[in-house]
């Protein structure tokens, strides 16, 4: 599949949005670690929603027709993509009363139901991000469960670096959150270790997909002459080389260099790295789960 | 209703005239314009709603030219509508024909993800996702006499391997062939139900290669029964 960047920025920056406010509203909901002032909480939730924006207006670069973007909130029972952006736009209304109401009195039920409502909110909207790639089965590597847990350990990875960066800057060290990191360095690299053994290519062949039934099938002639939309939309190849250099480069930035920070105690002191290693990291790590996608119709074109 | 199209790739000859007649009815029809881009260029381009590509199947010199016609499969249980979030792409319950609304569609493209046979092209221009509309616009034409009421494709094709006709109607001229030749649905283990069959090649005779070159004698034999035929 193409790796289109606004996409590839709009995961990864909202879905970083989305694991801070995950993870500020458990934070403050169970009072862990030091809970941040009402005015901390507030600042927090501002960064979280504004990362949430910017990926979300990043994403309307990837439409034609923006001017009927409003639209895609309409079929919220059947699509994934409108479930995300209707989740996307409620996320707002909630996240504003749950900050009024920390700013207000930050110790009542309500407010506890509503962080953690918050929390819930943004979870689900993350993994109906990924539902959309999940639910498609034309896409041998996307079509799993697995995708939509890939999705969130990285949202809520991301979102840990960040709280941490934050939560440092405020003087405060959140020790929870290196757990969370943990837990979140595990579950993605085994997610992302399960899609590379289990999926490595299209099932099918040119033989099973022309129904032809005859092993030896080549393509003679592609019926055009220059590349088309198909062509680009499904057509990526990702050479070998550039495959593995960006896989070892993904692993170092989100796996190992956690894990490092984590055993050597820099996650505190070099909070600011640990965020930047993250964010780039899954950077990469969505390109590639674009790259390496492949669509079946590849299969008619001899791909 | 389900109305589809039957397709013999034994007697397709790969003329591309389905796809030509095609562009030509549909750029002014329902989901037209089927735009081109760079058509004066060394890399033209355009939408378009059918595709041919040829394959060589088996072995020299058992080998046979296959050419293969794709477009909408107008499937049963069609992903490209579930999919899409903004209620543009619909499947119509009186015929099963797959239609695009260009006032909803927002060119988000994933409907084209969705279908498995490249079915669904974006036209740039526009905006809009754009696909095969099965003629919607011809085929309930009744200023036309009755044999045109098919899809462009269908009337152009010189070989007559396209044969437009509903395929939940068994005793409709598609239904029979489907039956009789064994027509089969691409891609069946996605489970989307596509409407439009294939019918398959009939097995080629062999062609003897392995004759052995005439000897001496042979060959003089031959030029004296040649030279007294003169």
């Not at chain 2, 080998?63 to 899409?84: I, L």
């Not at chain 2, 899809?151 to 068994?170: E, H, I």
Request: proline share 5%.
């Amino acid at each position: 599949m193409h790796p289109a960047l606004s996409i590839i920025f709009f995961t990864v920056t909202a879905g970083m949005g989305y694991g801070l406010a995950i993870l500020v509203c458990i934070h403050q909901a169970f009072g862990l670690s030091e809970s941040f002032t009402a005015l901390q909480f507030m600042l927090v939730m501002g960064i979280a929603l504004a990362l949430a924006t910017v990926g979300l207006l990043a994403s309307t670069l990837h439409l034609a027709n923006p001017k009927n973007a409003w639209r895609a909130l309409s079929q919220f029972k059947r699509s994934w993509l409108a479930r995300e952006a209707v989740l996307a736009l409620a996320f707002y209304p909630l996240a504003l009363v749950t900050t009024s109401m920390v700013w207000s009195d930050e110790s009542s039920l309500l407010s506890l139901i509503l962080l953690l409502a918050t929390a819930a909110l943004a979870l689900l909207t993350v993994y109906s991000t990924g539902m959309i790639y999940a639910c498609l089965k034309t896409v041998r590597q996307w079509y799993t469960p697995i995708t939509p847990l890939g999705f969130c350990s990285l949202a809520v990875l991301s979102g840990a670096a960040a709280l941490n960066m934050i939560a440092e800057s405020m003087n405060k060290t959140s020790y929870w959150l290196y757990g969370v990191l943990l837990f979140c360095v595990v579950a993605a690299f085994a997610c992302k270790l399960a899609i590379w053994l289990c999926f490595k290519s299209t099932t099918g062949s040119l033989s099973s997909a022309t129904g032809l039934a005859k092993p030896n099938i080549r393509l003679l002639d592609i019926g055009h002459s220059a590349p088309n939309f198909l062509t680009r939309e499904f057509g990526y190849r990702l050479s070998a080389k550039k495959r593995y250099c960006l896989r070892a480069l993904m692993l170092a930035l989100i796996i190992i260099t956690p894990l490092v920070f984590l055993y050597a105690d820099l996650v505190a002191s070099n909070a600011a790295y640990l965020m930047a290693a993250c964010y780039l990291g899954v950077l990469i790590e969505r390109w590639l789960f674009f790259a390496e996608a492949e669509h079946v119709v590849r299969l008619y074109h001899g791909m | 209703m389900r109305l589809g199209l039957v397709i013999d790739l034994d007697v397709c000859v790969g003329c591309h005239a389905c796809a030509v007649a095609c562009k030509q009815w549909n750029t002014s029809g329902f989901s037209g314009p089927l735009p081109d881009f760079k058509p004066y260029a060394r890399d033209p381009e355009g939408v378009w709603f059918n595709r041919i590509r040829s394959y060589e199947v088996g072995e020299y010199p058992d080998s046979k030219t296959v050419h293969f016609p794709m477009s909408c499969m107008q499937c049963e249980d069609a992903d490209c509508v579930t999919v899409c979030p903004t209620g543009a792409s619909y499947k119509r319950a009186s015929d099963g024909i797959v239609l695009v609304d260009p006032e909803k569609c927002m060119g988000c493209n994933y409907c084209a993800w969705a279908c498995p046979y490249g079915a669904r092209e974006l036209d740039a221009n526009a905006g809009v996702m754009k696909k095969c509309t099965l003629c919607v616009d011809r085929i309930y034409d009744e200023s036309l006499a009755e044999a045109e009421r098919q899809p462009a494709c269908v009337l152009t094709c010189p070989t007559k391997a396209r044969v437009f006709g509903d395929l939940n109607d068994p005793d409709s001229a598609a239904s029979k062939l489907v039956k009789q030749r064994k027509g089969q649905a691409l891609l069946p283990e996605l489970g989307y139900k596509p409407t439009n069959q294939y019918l398959p090649p009939r097995p080629s005779r062999h062609v003897a290669t392995d004759v052995k070159p005439l000897g001496l004698k042979q060959k003089i034999a031959a030029w004296v029964s040649e030279w007294q035929s003169q």
